[in-house]
């Protein structure tokens, strides 16, 4: 079934054209349902209509594209968000709002069609129930050797520029994969601590202040096992008090 996409860009040559891609995309395929100049005109559509994708420039007058994603989160069913913009350096607050990609214009088909697959991902793994922890895996490709990790061994899932690093008590993996997805398909299992790091929910060892070179003073988790201490950010600080507390 194709994606219904919603395009939200001030500029009518920039909807144009992302339109002209979305009709080249295979596996899936797309369909646009409605393209909107700003983010009123956005929120019109979405409360009329299901989108699976809302593709969300950033620079527009009102309100911003990454304003109109933290709205749409209070959505009942909100659409997967991924910015199409010709600014890079705010691709940092677009995860924030829990994008599931970042796209730069001129936007090439490849990284489109990259994306849709991710977000095409996402709604068939939602569509699915959870699996119990103890038959659960993730699957990892190393140099041709193809292994499984048991949830039940994972510490925390790092997101790292292109990749994802899976670590355990023995080791660490490097997986070819989205956080977003991976939290959707085991948020039984995992809890958020920054927009960078799911950690075990089993392995929370304890809630401490932290100094962090870049941040400054802020909080941390230890984890059972492990040494060095997972930062924190301040809007998943409740969400970890919770899990501590059982």
Known sequence: MALRVLIVDDEPLARTRLRTLLGDCHAPAAMVCGEAGNASEAMVLLQRERFDLALLDIHMPGSDGLVLANTLRALPAPPAVVFVTAYAQHALQAFDVEAIDYLTKPVRLQRLQHALQKVDRLRGLAGQPAEADAEAFILIQDRGRTERVPLAQILYLKAE?????????????????????????????FVRVHRNALVARKALRALEKHHDPEEGEGWAVRLHGLDEPLAVSRRQLAAVREVLAG
Do not use: C, F
């Not at 520029?161 to 080791?171: H, N």
């Open 161 to 189: 520029l292109k990749y994802v690093t899976v670590r355990t008590l023995a080791r660490s993996y490097i997986l070819d994969g989205a956080l977003n997805e991976l939290e959707t398909r085991h948020r039984q299992h």
